[in-house]
């Protein structure tokens, strides 16, 4: 077994991005700061915020968190667009009422859109970046190959599909509706999940040999878990992300990575 240890990767490209930053202050005055702005009382998003605030205080980034009644929301995001000192926002997910999920993504300006959730975004969703990033970094041929998306999520599969679909790549999409689905799946030289249904793609249903990207999200009693058996983890034959530490740690990359670029688009 081979695994895609994102964690190791994160470590090359935090220090990539700490010089970048220092280059960006030093030489060109421009000091990058992310705005994040939640809506819900929520103790793992919480922890996912001072994740992200500890990372831009690790590569001189101001990270600022606008704790607000959604109602407030809107008005907020307007204020920050218009700050001069606010290079890049998020609007972290999910919201108290997700009704309002589209109006407030597509309020944010789309040179500050750091997420790349709005429908005018430049910059691209970081969990999907981070994905490609991870097969980029050991050298995971996707040319030739069928590749199969579990889930078509706003935040990785939908974007995740368009970046390989661009790239000419051979790509399925696996949803609830599609006919099939347990054969498209077997049939995958690389296999990316990102449904967020615990235990969703059994061992059995793993092509020999083949690439495993586990990039769900879910909670089964009480602990955070992916959409891969853990018994896909015993095969000897498959490159496959950890537990934990595979797409995780390149998602927070990238999203400081776009962080970097929207302070030079503003």
């Not at 001072?50 to 407030?72: C, M, P, S």
Request: glycine fraction near 8%.
């Amino acid at each position: 077994m081979k695994i895609l240890d994102g964690l190791e990767l994160a470590g090359y490209i935090k220090e990539r991005q700490a010089r970048q930053v220092r280059a960006l202050r030093q030489s060109q005055q421009i000091f990058p700061k992310l705005a994040i702005v939640r809506t819900i009382d929520d103790a793992r998003i919480a922890a996912y915020v001072r994740l992200k605030k500890a990372y831009g205080n690790d590569i001189l980034i101001d990270v600022e968190e606008h704790f607000v009644r959604q109602g407030e929301a809107l008005e907020l995001i307007k204020k920050l667009n218009a700050a001069n000192d606010v290079t890049a926002i998020i609007i972290q997910l999910p919201l108290a009422d997700p009704a309002q999920t589209e109006e407030l993504l597509n309020a944010v300006d789309p040179k500050k859109d750091v997420d790349g959730l709005g429908k005018n975004a430049i910059l691209q969703p970081a969990t999907a970046l981070s994905i490609m990033w991870l097969l980029d970094g050991y050298n995971i041929e996707l040319r030739g190959r069928k590749i199969v998306i579990v889930g078509r999520g706003r935040l990785v599969g939908a974007p995740l599909e368009k970046m390989l679909k661009e790239l000419n790549l051979d790509v399925t999409v696996v949803t609830k509706e599609t006919s099939g689905n347990e054969q498209v799946i077997r049939d995958a030289d690389i296999l990316i999940s990102a449904a967020g249904a615990p235990g969703l793609v059994k061992s059995d249903m793993i092509k020999i040999d083949a690439v495993v990207v586990d990039a769900g999200v879910a909670t089964d009693k009480g602990k955070l878990v992916g959409d891969i058996d853990p018994a896909a983890r015993e095969r000897h034959d498959l490159t496959i992300t950890p537990e934990k530490g595979g797409v995780g740690p390149l998602t927070v990359c990238a999203l400081f990575d776009n962080v970097i670029r929207a302070a030079s688009l503003n």
